[in-house]
Nanobody, 123 residues
Framework: VQLQASGGGLVQAGGSLRLSCVAS????????MGWYRQGPGQERELVAA???????NYAGSVEGRFTISRDYAMNTVYLQMNSLEPEDTAVYYC??????????????????WGQGTKVTVSS
């Protein structure tokens, strides 16, 4: 099972970007899909997450500006980022809590990270 994130880039303050993350491989089910970020010299922090039931959770700093959504059929999570600020500059990582399908055993729970996609917001 692996994650492939995309959509980062350079944008001016006030602009928008949309991140995508696709989970692929032998997946039985996906619980939570989320996005974290790590800015320069900072610890990794949760940005937003969405459960299999569609419950969303946001960091206070992005509430009202970012929207997380999910395509259940495509095992994909999106992060629509609007009104970007220089403080949003970071490497963004997708994170998925899922059950891996195994051939001759019960599904195995995994918590995996994508490779990160860089977002740079200029002032």
């Amino acid at each position: 099972v692996q994650l492939q994130a995309s959509g980062g880039g350079l944008v001016q303050a006030g602009g928008s970007l949309r991140l995508s993350c696709v989970a692929s491989g032998s997946i039985f089910s996906i619980n939570v899909m989320g996005w974290y970020r790590q800015g320069p010299g900072q610890e990794r922090e949760l940005v937003a997450a969405i459960t299999d039931g569609g419950i969303r959770n946001y960091a206070g700093s992005v509430e009202g500006r970012f929207t997380i959504s999910r395509d259940y059929a495509m095992n994909t999570v999106y992060l629509q980022m609007n009104s970007l600020e220089p403080e949003d500059t970071a490497v963004y990582y997708c994170n998925v809590d899922l059950y891996q399908r195994l051939l001759s055993a019960a599904p195995h729970r995994l918590h995996i990270w994508g490779q990160g996609t860089k977002v740079t917001v200029s002032s």
